[in-house]
């Protein structure tokens, strides 16, 4: 089974000249390179490139509040039923999504959600257009782990989604209905959030770059 997502929201993907990064420059290069690959098997057209201020490099504000994504990336994005005839648009909130992305809404279904981009448990969660944000609004949302990363070796393991405390990811499975379906994309959706996010949020999970704190 291949899905089709109705927008790709990528999350803090700077330049890997990007000073705030603790990864090497190699490392980041190297996830980089495994979004894109991954993405070129994936099905979509709509990218929301939610790339936010670390308030260290102010300067790197862009005229419409957004800062560059990594050039490198851009070049190479492409999806699997589009290549490279992508529609790619700089997005902060909702607002700017609904905007920009007016189609999305035109029907009653919700639209189906996948998020890639840096760092696992803290800005893919919590900016403004990230999972939490996502989840709140009972949208789909969807990802697999050639397209996050978190910490110094930028990557995650399937492990850390079955143990995120802050939601409940499901892998995506064939239709027991049809033992020929296969899941080609190993992707997992985003089920629930657990009500104790906040306290578990608080507690454990220091607050870093994400501009949108829950308590």
Known sequence: MKWTYDLVVLIDCWPTHYEVFTS???LITEFYERLVNKLKTMRFTNVA???YRNTSRIEDDQSDGTFDTDPWLLEHLKSEDQGSNINAKHCQTFQDVFIKFPQL???AEKPSILIGGLSFYHCTHWRPLGIMQWLEQQTPVHTCVDIMAAGKTCSINENMLMHDPMVTWIKEQPNPDD???EVYDDVWRARDIPHNYQEYYK?????QYANTHPA
């Open 24 to 26: 090497d420059n190699a």
């Open 49 to 51: 490139l939610a790339t």
């Open 105 to 107: 809404f035109y029907t």
């Open 179 to 181: 033992p020929a379906e």
């Open 203 to 207: 507690n454990y999970i220091p607050y």
